[in-house]
């Protein structure tokens, strides 16, 4: 059993700074390949960032590359994602997500565990 639970999303304005944790349970869970998506209103679940199982492999979507950042604590179980520079289109849901591969994938579809997701809101 795998559970993610995030946290650390809010009201901000745009060009501010957020970050959002995922703590994970599970026995394996730190051999797992992890993620980030969003979903804003009205739109599909899209990729935001992913990171390999050790923390040398990271790869972000193209709307948030420069300002976003993932990285994780496997002896803490935690995943973060580091989000600088935000504007109101970055306003959406965002889930944290768990694959039981080594390699980074930015399909929703190809992910195995979700978080409930924590809502972002940027303000103008």
């Known amino acids: 059993q795998v559970e993610l639970v995030e946290s650390g999303g809010g009201l901000v304005q745009a060009g501010d700074s957020l970050r959002l944790s995922c703590a994970t349970s599970?026995?394996?869970?730190?051999?797992?390949?992890m993620g980030w998506f969003r979903q804003p209103p009205g739109k599909e679940r899209e990729f935001v960032a992913a990171i390999n199982w050790s923390g040398d492999i990271t790869r972000s979507g193209d709307s948030v590359k420069e300002r976003f950042t993932i990285s994780r604590d496997n002896a803490k179980n935690i995943v973060y994602l580091q989000m600088n520079s935000l504007k109101p289109e970055d306003t959406a849901v965002y889930y944290c997500?768990?694959?039981?591969?080594?390699?980074?994938?930015?399909?929703?579809?190809?992910?195995?565990?979700w978080g409930q997701g924590t809502q972002v809101t940027v303000s103008s």
């Open positions: 599970g026995r394996t869970v730190r051999t797992y390949t």
């Open positions: 997500a768990a694959r039981l591969s080594v390699n980074i994938a930015t399909m929703a579809w190809q992910w195995n565990y």
